[in-house]
């Protein structure tokens, strides 16, 4: 079976800090990468779009049973939906950013290229 990033939550407005969308995706190493756009200043007047991937630091995720699991301890007895990953004072941590990528579709291929490099074997 190929190790794939799964998509979580798409949302066209966030709390996060900027004017595209974000998409949320559950990893094969139980941790949720955020991809997002944003603009960066190539020279006075240009700007170009850059791709960003982050860690979600508030929640987990069970890749087999597709959970999200809150990052607390706590107990918890009701199930998180999808759209409670995206809330106020998110807490993330930017991995990386790439300026190549020139589509939501080509990041999620760059995050599939993870998931397949968490999951691989060594020889």
Not at 54 to 73: C, K, L, M, R, V
Not at 84 to 105: A, C, M, W
């Amino acid at each position: 079976m190929e190790a794939l990033a799964k998509i979580i939550h798409k949302t066209p407005a966030s709390y996060l800090p900027t004017a595209f969308p974000a998409h949320y995706y559950g990893m094969p190493n139980g941790r949720i990468y955020i991809v997002f756009s944003r603009f960066y200043d190539l020279a006075i007047g240009q700007s170009g779009i850059e791709f960003v991937f982050a860690e979600h630091g508030d929640f987990s995720y069970n890749y087999e049973t597709g959970e999200i699991i809150p990052a607390q301890n706590a107990p918890r007895r009701l199930q998180v939906f999808s759209e409670e990953v995206d809330h106020p004072n998110l807490k993330i941590n930017i991995f990386t950013t790439n300026r190549n990528l020139q589509s939501y579709g080509q990041a999620h291929a760059f995050l599939n290229a993870e998931a397949l490099r968490m999951c691989a074997v060594p020889a």
